[in-house]
């Protein structure tokens, strides 16, 4: 398989359309919503006064949510384009969002705990486990408080719904999914302990949101 999420969102006209194409259909504007909520859930949590770093940041559909709550949010990906769209969008919060491209392999290391809380959502199901353990364990090295992560969740159930949507010609969006051994796996090779699971609809999609905090 050629496609790459490293490279991929660099492309200025596959930023443009990030969320145009994924998140205004019936279904996108659905499931939009129902991950938005539970991630305003998960960081209900944290006192507003945190210093959040989402990082991949993309073109801040997330870090949007964040901000709305009072947080102040620092965006980081490696792509560009996607985070020029984020200065666009946020651009009303002023300097409570700021934007670094990077890669958070390097970025991971240069900053370690610099921020309370990290968000990790929609890009560990690109990789395969050992480069999602390298990915988490940068995100993890951030954060002095806590990393809150989205993953897809392999289950008997959820490879069958895969089987009938690949049947159908609707191949699902989550090459790397995991199972509940697999997350233990990536959380303690990030250096992660899980503090709680949320599901939003176990029936209509397959991710997850994992609160976790560092190992003492
Ligand atoms: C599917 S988007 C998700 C963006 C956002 N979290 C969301 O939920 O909409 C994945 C993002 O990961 C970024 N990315 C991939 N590898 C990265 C890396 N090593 N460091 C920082 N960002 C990376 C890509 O540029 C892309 O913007």
Known sequence: ???NPITHYQDVAVAERYDRERFTSLTGRAFDALEKAYIAKAFARFPRT???VDVPCGTGRIAEVLLDMGFQ????????PM???AQRKLARFGDRFRSVVADVREYGRSMQKRFDVALCARVLMHFPLEEQIEFLRSVALLA???VVLTQSLSTPYQRSRRR????IGNPPS???PITNSGLS???????????KRLRPNRLVTEEIIVIAEPRA
Do not use: N, P
């Not at 009938?164 to 049947?167: C, D, G, H, I, P």
């Not at 796996?185 to 503090?195: C, K, N, Q």
């Open 1 to 3: 398989m050629d496609w």
């Open 50 to 52: 945190s210093r959040i």
């Open 73 to 80: 949010v620092d965006g980081v990906d490696i792509s560009q």
């Open 83 to 85: 985070l020029y769209v």
């Open 144 to 146: 002095r408080k806590g």
């Open 164 to 167: 009938v949507k690949r049947l």
């Open 174 to 176: 989550a090459a790397f």
């Open 185 to 195: 796996t990536l959380l303690d090779g990030a250096g992660l302990r899980e503090v």
